[in-house]
């Protein structure tokens, strides 16, 4: 409001039609920012640190985000979604030079055409990390095969980077539904599960 002189229902409209067009996510039945991807405004188990600023984001796919969109190396901490055991993952020009443990999958519980159906549950609650296949196969969130998706880190950040990489600027704009199929496709992300 301060930045822009704005008063507070032109400051709510501005918020509600950002919300609408998938930038950020509101409090549930409030006016405050919960969500701007891939920032969390709220302490979450997903921290990212990079030259000497301290993250939370939303969810083990935001978390790796950073890296594209700053464009600086990261360090990001986290938890095994299943025994809790740590998870560290360091980012370098384009790239997880390191993943500790090496087994660590990001795990995406729902399709991406059902990631907008409640994004506040889908990023807290269904986009983790688990410290190995094994972990991800007893726990309880684990979804049939055509379903999930488990991807590595280096996957997360290529699949991030046309949706992250130019986020912080101001004209930014989220690439369509065919761009998206596309890099999915470029990728070698094909099948019933790739398609939004």
Partial sequence: MAWFSLDRASTVSVLLELAEARHLALVKGTERILMAWPFSAIATPFVVETHGHRYFANCSWDA?????????????????????????????????????PSSTIVYLALRPSQWWEDII??????????????HRDVSNLCAPAEQAASITPDQAHRLGVPLYRHRLKIDYQRPGRDDLNAHFASLGLTGPYWQI
């Avoid at 025994?83 to 500790?100: G, M, N, P, T, Y």
């Avoid at 609650?125 to 094994?134: A, D, G, H, L, R």
């Fill in 64 to 100: 790796i985000a950073f890296h594209a969109m700053l464009g600086e190396d990261v360090h990001v901490e986290s938890r095994c979604h299943q025994c809790a055991a740590a998870i560290s993952i360091e980012l370098v020009h384009s790239r997880a030079i390191s993943v500790a």
């Fill in 121 to 134: 549950t889908t990023c807290s609650n269904t986009m983790v990390f688990f410290c190995s296949p094994e």
